[in-house]
C-alpha cells in the first residue's frame, strides 16, 4: 500500500458514500450539497489520477457552475410543493432487474479481463501539453463542441422566452 | 504504483450504478437530472482511469468533451423542466400523461 493507493481508497469511499447520501434524500437542496462533495472528491480523483487540468475544470464547471444551476432552480421552484412518493414499489422491480444484470456483467467483464488487474503507473499530464495536444489532434471536435454550446444557449433562451408577451390573450 | 485498473474500473461502475437507480426509481424531474449527471461523471472517471492505463491523452481529451455535453444537457434539461413546471405545476413525471 503506497501513499497513492490509499488516497484512492479513501477518495473512493467519500465519492460512494457522499453520492449514496445524495440519492436517496428527501429534501432536493441536501441532495445537490451532497453531490458537490462527490464532486469534489471526484476533482481529486482525476488530480490522483494524473489529469490536474480536468481536476481545476470539475471543480470549475460541475461543483461550480451545475450544481449552483441546480440550487437556483431548486429554490425557484416552490419547495413545498415538490413533495414526491419516495421510491414508489412499483418502480423497484425495473430497478432492480437493470442493477441486477447491470452488476453481473460488470463482474463477468472485470473478473474475466486478466488485463485488468495491470498495477496502474503514476502519471500526470501537464495541462500545457494536455491543452497543445487538444489543439492539435481534436480541433474540429472542440469546434463542434462549442457549437453545441451555443445552440444550448439559444434553446435555452427560446425556451427561456416570455410566452405572454408574444400573444396577449 | 497507484491501484489496479480494475478499481478504477469497480469504483465507476457502482457510481454509474448510483446514477442509473437515482433516474430509474426517483419521481422528480430534479432528482432523475442530478441521476444523470452522477452517470455523466462516472463515464468521465472512467475515461480517466483509462487514460492512465494506457498512458494516453486520447481519454482525458473524451473526459473534457463529456464535461460540455454535460454543461449543456443540464442547462436544456433545466430549462424543460422550469418550462413544464409553468405550465403544470408539478415536477413529477407521471403529472405529464
Known amino acids: 500500500m503506497t501513499l497513492f493507493s490509499v488516497a484512492f481508497y479513501i477518495l473512493a469511499s467519500v465519492i460512494i458514500i457522499s453520492t449514496g447520501i445524495a440519492i436517496t434524500r428527501r429534501n432536493l437542496v441536501h441532495a445537490a450539497v451532497y453531490l458537490i462533495i462527490s464532486f469534489f472528491g471526484s476533482a481529486m480523483l482525476f ?8 481536476a481545476a475544470l470539475e471543480v470549475i464547471i460541475y461543483a ?3 450544481m449552483v444551476l441546480f440550487l437556483f432552480i431548486i429554490m425557484m421552484l416552490d419547495e413545498e410543493k415538490l413533495e414526491e412518493k419516495f421510491f414508489p414499489i412499483h418502480q423497484w422491480t425495473p430497478a432492480a432487474v437493470m442493477s441486477g444484470l447491470f452488476v453481473a456483467v460488470a463482474a463477468l467483464i472485470i473478473s474475466g479481463d486478466s488485463d485488468s488487474q495491470v498495477q496502474l503507473q503514476a502519471f500526470t499530464a501537464e495541462p500545457a501539453s494536455f491543452g497543445r495536444y487538444l489543439f492539435q489532434k481534436h480541433w474540429l471536435a472542440i469546434e463542434i463542441v462549442s457549437l453545441l454550446l451555443l445552440i444550448a444557449l439559444i434553446g435555452v433562451l427560446y425556451l427561456g422566452r416570455d410566452v405572454r408577451k408574444n400573444n396577449p390573450k | 504504483m497507484i491501484v489496479p485498473y480494475s478499481h478504477v474500473i469497480s469504483l465507476t461502475g457502482i457510481l454509474f450504478l448510483m446514477g442509473m437507480f437515482c433516474a430509474v426509481t426517483r419521481r422528480n424531474l430534479i432528482m432523475v437530472l442530478l441521476g444523470l449527471e452522477i452517470m455523466l461523471n462516472a463515464v468521465a472517471i472512467a475515461f480517466v482511469g483509462a487514460a492512465l492505463r494506457w498512458q494516453h491523452l486520447e481519454g482525458q481529451a473524451v473526459a473534457i468533451f463529456i464535461l460540455a455535453i454535460a454543461a449543456a444537457e443540464v442547462s436544456i434539461g433545466l430549462a424543460l423542466i422550469v418550462c413544464a413546471y409553468k405550465r403544470l405545476g408539478s415536477v413529477d413525471p407521471e403529472a405529464y400523461n
Request: no cysteine.
Open chain 1, 47 to 54: 488530480y490522483l489520477l494524473g489529469a490536474p487540468l480536468l
Open chain 1, 64 to 66: 461550480g457552475a451545475i
